[in-house]
């Protein structure tokens, strides 16, 4: 292996061992199939070499990192707090506390007014203690019995995303003996002993098994309750709002089933709602003797339905709200006396409220929450109680800051809790955003959300456009301090709503998936050409980033239109698409045939084999790189970037820099401490701005 010289840094030369893989008639050379062994030195070595490479190359960058960092985090509020929420007896908040790196998860008790003001804080959990002498740390899945005596929790100490669970006595602050490994949601019954836990199979890193768990018992003598044998399907328990019945949801990513027990009946037989049947999906919640079905049934915007709670079957469904196809129901909140369609039209959220007439299912429309700007975005935030006149919610845009309110049901007010509080300067006047749309080839109009500082906007700035555009995810258009580094230097930043994404309904996901998956690509390419031609900046300096399945988005739009772009910030990117789904025995590979194809099939072989860009790489100029992963990544392996940068680098041929950054102690997301995280993207910007041509 040739690594760097201390005087002349030169890039990594990963050793080429060719292996063939014949499919379909095709032969598929892979000169780097090696660096999946993991526990081979040559593989670390190689990840090293590159990561010291990388530093020697931003080495002149230090100071500049140092100064971003700095900046992002004096636009931080290093000890803050969290709105306190009603669950049971308690207020519970988190709070962070300047210096410390993970969050502080705490209680006090209450009345329905709020916490006793006299009352003493309890730390229920300190992710700075769990976290003493890991490099890597999460908290998972978290759950409190109804009498607020014993806390399930799960944690991560690797990054692979594979969680322990534990039990904790919230009155004595006791972590009972006995852990279980793998382990995804968690769920109390009503009788404040029984726990319900779902658990990952080894290799594929599934949920298809649902244990029952009884306090005071070793976890040997768990009960295995029941068990999903299709490789398409991840299972996952939870409760209703109103605490009546579990639910456990076994789903693929077009089909679903729920499954439902009484709460108070843990030993009980769980029941079907409706059969799995393909292509439909549901999801159900409970109100006064009724399920509330969220279904796709008649369209693929969903509708509402209910059915009574002791005769759930598909022939009992009495539609409440229909299917609408410029209209996408995301979710209904459901309480007592009413409840909120949260739903997304012409790629915006929308909370819209339903009122009961009385104990039955009927409603009627009753209101809507309206915001004020051309893009943002609006989620519910917590709301645990069921017999309530408030739901809280929670909103923020590219240049709001995140906030809290809560909304009366009776009067349609609105009332500010919280807003995210921006120390270091932050004027919110200096600020813009819009909203604007370009045209694909095939002459569909693709939403673009754009933020910029006013007052140092020209036609020569440059641009940052991310994109995603997979797997039905509604793109947010949210706030971040840390980007008024890059709005403060004058970058243009845009945020691609393009196809295969949940921007503008399910029919939109539909249409940049499977045999259509380009057109996630040409779309991001229009959403490009259409912001340089419109004068919001220069068409020399466009960055773009985006990662994991956007990290697929960056390598396809630099294979397929290099000289576009001027730099390139891909994270833990999707980029070695066929070799990973013809390897059934990889995390994920068998569900995602259904966001991505089976290569199996020669139809869908060729199609993804025109855009795999582990495959598409060719002998030519490509823009500025920084391709980051990590060792511990369970979701998308080290090695597709590892492969493609190593590939790469035998065939541009221009003098940009091409960095692979691994970090050896995290996985998908990267760093977990807020500190260490902010240091990771300091080193982006850094990267970013030296490209861009905007270091002072």
């Known amino acids: 292996m040739k690594c760097m010289s201390k005087s002349l840094p030169s890039p990594p030369t990963a050793p080429r061992h060719p292996t063939d893989n014949t499919i379909h008639g095709v032969t598929l050379t892979d000169d780097y199939a090696w660096l999946r062994g993991k526990e081979n030195p040559e593989t670390i070595a190689y990840l ?3 990561n010291a490479y990388a530093e020697a190359q931003m080495a002149p960058l230090q100071g500049l990192r140092a100064e971003l960092y700095d900046e992002m985090l004096s636009h931080i509020k290093q000890t803050d707090v969290s ?4 669950d049971g007896n308690y207020w519970y908040s988190t709070r962070t506390e300047e210096g410390l790196q993970y969050a502080i998860y705490c209680r006090k008790s209450g009345t329905e007014a709020g916490p006793v003001p006299e009352a003493a804080e309890a730390v229920i959990l300190d992710g700075n203690k769990l976290a003493e002498g890991q490099a890597f740390f999460a908290i998972g899945d978290t759950d409190i019995t109804d009498d607020g005596r ?8 690797t990054g692979f995303r594979q969680y322990t669970l534990r039990v904790k006595n919230l009155e004595t602050g006791e972590t009972l003996a006995g852990e279980v490994e793998r382990v995804g949601s968690i769920c109390w019954a009503a009788d404040n002993r029984t726990l319900f836990y779902t658990v990952e199979d080894e290799q594929q890193k599934r949920q298809f098994q649902l244990y029952r768990h009884a306090l005071g018992t070793e976890h040997s003598a768990d009960a295995l309750v029941y068990q999903d044998d299709d490789e398409s399907f991840n299972i996952g328990v939870g409760r209703t709002r109103d605490g009546k019945y579990l639910l456990l949801e076994s789903g693929s990513h077009t089909t679903t089933e729920v499954r439902f027990l009484a709460a108070d009946n843990p030993a009980g037989e769980f029941a079907v709602i409706a059969p799995r049947k393909v292509d439909h999906e549901y999801s159900v919640d409970h109100r006064k003797g009724h399920w509330f079905i969220r279904t796709n049934d008649s369209g693929r915007n969903f509708r509402l339905a209910t059915a009574p709670a002791d005769h759930p079957g598909h022939e009992n469904w009495t539609e409440l709200i229909p299917h609408r196809d410029a209209v996408m129901l995301e979710d209904a909140d459901l309480f007592a ?7 997304r039209e012409d790629g915006l ?7 009961f007439a009385g ?3 009927e409603a009627v429309r009753a209101g809507e929450i309206a915001f004020p700007e051309p893009a943002y975005s609006a989620h519910p935030h917590v709301n645990r109680i069921f017999e309530t006149t408030t739901f809280r919610y929670s909103y923020q845009s590219l240049v709001s800051p995140a906030s809290v309110y809560e909304y009366d049901v009776n009067s349609g007010a609105s009332a500010l809790l919280k807003q995210q509080e921006i120390p270091g300067g932050f004027d919110r006047a200096l600020y813009a955003s819009e909203r604007i749309r370009a045209t694909a080839p095939d002459g569909v109009e693709v939403p673009i959300s754009i933020v910029y500082r006013k007052d140092i906007r020209t036609k020569s700035n440059p641009i940052h456009v991310y994109g995603y555009g997979s797997y039905g995810f509604a793109l947010p258009v949210s706030f971040s301090s840390n980007r008024l580094s890059l709005l403060d230097r004058g970058v243009v930043m845009a945020f691609a709503h393009i196809r295969g994404g949940g921007d503008l309904g399910q029919t939109w996901h539909d249409a940049g998936k499977m045999m259509v998956k380009r057109n996630t690509f040409s779309d991001f390419i229009a959403c490009v050409e259409h912001l340089t031609a419109n004068g919001y900046g220069d068409p020399k300096r466009v960055a773009i980033e985006g990662g994991s399945a956007g ?3 960056m390598g396809a739009v630099v294979n397929m239109r290099p000289e576009l772009f001027r730099a390139v910030l891909s994270h833990v990117p999707f980029v070695d698409v066929i070799n990973t789904m013809l390897d059934e025995t990889l995390p994920l590979t068998v569900p995602e045939y259904e966001e991505w194809g089976n290569p199996n099939y020669p139809d869908y072989f060729d199609y993804m084999l025109s855009y795999s860009p582990y495959e598409n790489l060719c002998e030519g100029q490509y823009p500025s790189m920084l391709v980051k992963t990590s060792l511990n990544d369970s979701q998308v392996m080290y090695w597709e970037p590892a492969k493609y940068v190593a590939k790469l680098r035998t065939l541009k041929t221009d003098e940009n820099p091409l960095l692979l950054v691994t970090n050896m102690q995290a996985g998908h997301g990267g760093a977990s401490g807020r500190y260490d995280y902010l240091k990771e993207i300091a080193q982006d910007y850094a990267f970013l701005l030296r490209e861009l041509g905007l270091i002072r």
């Not at 709105?83 to 009603?86: A, F, G, K, L, S």
């Not at 014993?150 to 100490?157: F, M, P, Q």
């Open 48 to 50: 090293e070499a590159e």
């Open 150 to 157: 014993w806390l399930a929790y799960t944690t991560d100490t």
């Open 337 to 343: 006396d009413f409840f909120i369609a949260c739903e």
């Open 349 to 355: 959220p929308r909370l819209r409220l339903w009122k």
């Open 83 to 86: 709105v306190p929420y009603r």
């Open 359 to 361: 104990n039955g299912p």
């Open 551 to 553: 990290g697929l988005l």
